[in-house]
């Protein structure tokens, strides 16, 4: 059966509200005829039926990557943005969609809408969040992509009723293991596919959403599409594939510890606390009311020892301390020989004079030098 006809088939279980079959018609149709931009664009509307909405995203990017211009992929990227809340992403794809399409209103509509939600958004989160496309490891395709049907419920139902929506592996493709850790400022996480060529592997990257495609020609492909626990920031994130792994680094737009990798309405972040950097010097406890300044102490009493004004033998044995201090190993020495051998009555700071001899007592003046028997 050729592509077309299985196109042919797939439409009409769309409009008889069908979608889990129109789905699988699309798969089929996508098997036959791979690089058919608006096969991806129909089954990404399909996706947003049911709800699907990181697999619309997905289908929406190959669009768009085999078709550039295809505005009716574009507006399924943001309608499918819009339901994750990711304003900022839906309001770039829209904004591409529309210059394609400048006389299509329902861009202008949903663009409007986009701003009036990103309004709402906290200060400081908005200003840090990028308006850029995905980024990707092979040279980035074009990631906009929207489905045309905006009927629904309202927005608190549309919230409400999303769930994660994980496609880990196609029914036919590779199953790869993944784990992650986290940083305060980032999230990284690690696919273990082994032997990958950089060029066969996508990642977009979204306010909230993370895509991963993997697809080597003859064993199918891989995709793993969660919507993230938390915001991050597309330009800041890092893909790099190495030949045991694809390691992917997720800026965080928030500094919250992420307690899952992918989004749960029932969990609440929790902002992440820095410790404060303690000083060099320890502080004490103490019962005092009053706690002292051992530095500034510590500076008053050497000065105050500097500029002590000594009379007498302090003064004298204050001057021969600070040349004890100041002199080099020779005078040091020369100084302690004549000081012991002459009893105190020496003290000299040439080695050479005294080195090689005894050193005499040489009592002051009108006294004498005695011995005491022991």
């Excluded at 904004?95 to 949903?110: C, I, V, Y």
């Excluded at 980035?140 to 929207?146: I, N, V």
């Excluded at 001057?319 to 020989?337: G, H, N, P, V």
């Excluded at 005499?360 to 006294?367: L, N, V, W």
Aim: hydrophobic fraction near 35%; glycine fraction near 4%; include cysteine.
């Amino acid at each position: 059966m050729e592509a077309r006809e299985v196109e042919k088939k797939a439409k009409e279980a769309f409009f008889d509200d069908d979608f889990s079959a129109a789905v699988d018609l699309y798969s089929e149709a996508i098997l036959l005829d791979p690089n058919n931009a608006d096969l991806f664009a129909d089954r990404a509307q399909t996706h947003i039926k049911l709800n699907c909405f990181t697999e619309a995203i997905s289908d929406a990017n190959k669009a768009i990557h085999f078709n550039p211009s295809l505005s009716k992929a574009y507006l399924r990227k943001g309608i499918a943005c819009i339901k994750l809340e990711e304003y900022h992403t839906a309001k770039l794809a829209l904004q591409t969609g529309a210059s394609f399409a400048p006389n299509d209103s329902r861009f202008a509509k949903l663009i409007h809408e986009c701003d009036r939600y990103i309004a709402e958004e906290p200060i400081g989160l908005t200003s840090t969040l990028s308006l850029n496309g995905p980024v990707a490891a092979v040279p980035p395709t074009d990631g906009s992509h929207l489905c045309d049907t905006s009927a629904g419920t309202t927005k608190e139902a549309e919230r409400d009723s999303l769930v994660t929506q994980t496609n880990e592996v196609a029914p036919t493709g590779p199953k790869y293991r993944h784990e992650y850790y986290q940083k305060p400022e980032e999230v990284v996480v690690t696919i273990f596919a082994k032997r990958i060529p950089a060029k066969n592997v996508v990642v977009d990257f979204g306010e909230q959403i993370l895509s991963v495609t993997i697809d080597v020609p003859g064993q199918g492909a891989y995709h793993y599409q969660p919507r993230l626990f938390g915001k991050i920031v597309p330009d800041k994130c890092r893909i790099e594939v190495l030949s045991t792994k694809v390691e992917i680094r997720l800026a965080k737009a928030e500094a919250i510890n992420w307690t899952s990798l992918e989004y749960s309405k029932d969990v609440l972040p929790q902002k992440i606390t820095t410790p404060t950097v303690q000083s060099e010097r320890p502080t004490y406890p103490s019962s005092k009311p009053r706690t002292r300044d051992w530095d500034k102490l510590e500076a008053e009493v050497k000065k105050e020892e500097k500029e002590e004004k000594l009379d007498g033998d302090a003064a004298l044995n204050k001057l021969f301390r600070d040349i004890y201090q100041s002199a080099d190993e020779d005078m040091r020495r020369a100084m302690s020989k004549s000081f012991l051998e002459s009893n105190g009555t020496v003290l000299s700071t040439d080695w050479k004079e005294v080195g090689s001899k005894k050193v005499e007592g040489s009592p002051p003046e009108g006294m004498e030098l005695k011995k005491w028997e022991y």
